[in-house]
């Protein structure tokens, strides 16, 4: 079992749409998590750093970690056709990432 | 303020043969990981140095390796190259441990033919 669990889609919604993007993870012994959004031939860049439980929101993004549950989410409001591209989710373990296997995320305009 | 930048961006390599990957991280930033991205795996860390001493090390094999420069920048080298090893290289650059500061490059490229 990977420490980091992520459905890697593709996940399609229609423009406008609120987008949900989730993650679990086994240690409990991470505090620190983090999105990350990827187009295609692009490095990973930082969407929400997060730490511990609660919700962080930024513009049209919220991050929200459940830490009894060990789950982590990532929500899209009024998604556009340039939210699509892959989100990785990733927990911070003393000096490294361990990340999930990204979603892709479609939005249809 | 000039992003991280990675040379190539693409390569070709056979079975066998060695390669060396160049990054130059944000200016100021020193600290320099290597990440592995590859569609069955997904983003898997590989190393990372700061100020020219490997701080941290993934599960990869001795084939990879990797240093830094007193300037931060860094290059990571894969011997005897497998089929395997075909995938997408990150590097990413950070000041000093805040991951909420962490600056990708756009990839090398690597097919082993």
């Known amino acids: 079992q990977k420490e980091v669990e992520q459905d890697p889609g593709p996940l399609s919604v229609p423009e406008g749409a609120i987008v949900s993007l989730n993650c679990t993870y086994s240690?409990?012994?991470?505090?620190?998590f983090m999105w990350y959004r990827q187009y295609s031939r692009k490095g990973p860049e930082l969407l929400m750093y997060?730490?511990s439980s609660g919700n962080k929101e930024d513009g049209r993004f919220t991050a929200q970690v459940d830490k009894s549950s060990k789950y982590i989410s990532l929500f899209i409001r009024d998604s556009q056709p340039s939210d699509s591209a892959t989100y990785l989710c990733?927990?911070?373990?003393?000096?490294?990432?361990?990340w999930g296997a990204g979603t892709k995320l479609i939005i249809k305009p | 303020k000039a992003g991280v930048t990675q040379t190539p961006r693409y390569l070709i390599k056979t079975r066998g043969q060695q390669v060396t990957l160049s990054c130059s991280p944000i200016?100021?930033?020193?600290?320099v990981s290597w990440y592995q991205q590859t569609p069955g795996q997904g983003l898997q860390f590989l190393f990372e140095?700061?100020?020219?001493?490997?701080?941290n090390k993934g599960n990869f094999p001795g084939r990879f390796s990797g240093r830094q420069f007193s300037n931060s920048r860094s290059e990571m080298n894969v011997s005897t190259l497998e089929l395997g090893d075909s995938a997408l290289y990150l590097c990413?650059?950070?000041?000093?441990?805040?991951?909420?500061?962490?600056?990708f490059g756009p990839g090398t490229r690597l097919t082993v033919l």
């Open positions: 997060t730490y």
């Open positions: 990413a650059s950070m000041l000093g441990a805040a991951y909420n500061e962490q600056f």
């Open positions: 140095y700061f100020s020219e001493t490997q701080r």
């Open positions: 990733a927990a911070q373990s003393n000096y490294q990432l361990i």
């Open positions: 200016s100021g930033h020193r600290s």
């Open positions: 240690n409990s012994a991470f505090q620190y």
